[in-house]
């Protein structure tokens, strides 16, 4: 059984252009989130998906969007890319919205931007 | 902001176990101590959750205090894979139950 998948592992951009991250989710789960972890820091959470929606954000602009598709998997996407926006992007899935369910990570995205 | 207090750092010998502390003073009853881990130049792993009783399952044992205040996550027999970053989040309904991450406490295993 496929674990959490993301891709591409690492992506270089130039500020001001615009990125796109992609998540499949492990088999059965549901719901989507994406986190943002800067260098030697907690990761912190960007939004979360479940049946195609957006169900909560966390305090990111809105440069910052993304989508859920009808199989599950889901992308983030990021406009008018800064050099701030450098980081590890994860992707987390779980088998539905509550407290009790537990996340599973995928091994991150290094977005470097210059 | 986090929920809980963790140390920055703890040292261990390796074939020993390690308790690793957690404060959650503010908890209710409807939140949910997560813990997971995260190696180096990895994403984050779940290691184990619970409500209100003591959990175990194959990688370490969760024990919550009487008052939910603060719990104590234990490896049994740590090995040098086991060094990591380890976190303790509360998950509450206020959140919405999302994993809002402290700084951890980066577990030191030495041979």
């Known amino acids: 059984d496929a674990g959490v998948t993301q891709s591409p592992t690492h992506l270089i951009k130039t500020r001001g252009q615009q990125v796109t991250l992609r998540c499949s989710p492990k088999s059965g789960h549901d719901t989507v989130s994406w986190y943002q972890q800067a260098l030697g820091q907690g990761p912190q959470f960007i939004f979360q998906?479940?049946?195609?929606?957006?169900?909560q954000r966390g305090n990111f602009p809105d440069r910052f969007s993304g989508h859920q598709f009808p199989n599950y998997s889901s992308e983030l996407n990021v406009n008018a890319l800064l050099l701030g926006d450098s980081a590890l992007y994860l992707c987390?899935?779980?088998?539905?919205?509550?407290?009790?369910?537990?996340?599973?990570f995928g091994p991150g995205t290094r977005l470097t931007v210059t | 902001d986090a929920k809980t207090t963790q140390p920055n750092s703890m040292e261990s010998n390796e074939e020993e176990p390690v308790h690793l502390p957690c404060n959650h003073s503010?908890?209710?009853?409807?939140?949910?101590i997560h813990w997971y881990r995260q190696l180096p130049s990895q994403g984050p792993e779940y290691v184990i959750h619970?409500?209100?009783?003591?959990v175990n399952n194959r990688m370490a044992s969760l024990a919550i205090a009487e008052d939910r205040k603060s719990s104590t996550l234990i490896l049994h027999r740590a090995t040098l894979r086991d060094a990591a970053v380890y976190y303790c989040?509360?998950?509450?309904?206020?959140?919405?139950?999302?994993?809002?991450w402290g700084a951890g406490t980066k577990l030191i295993i030495k041979p």
């Open positions: 619970g409500l209100t009783s003591n």
């Open positions: 989040i509360l998950r509450t309904m206020d959140s919405n139950y999302q994993l809002i």
């Open positions: 503010t908890i209710s009853g409807t939140d949910y």
């Open positions: 998906y479940y049946e195609e929606e957006e169900r």
């Open positions: 987390a899935s779980s088998p539905g919205l509550a407290g009790r369910y537990e996340q599973y």
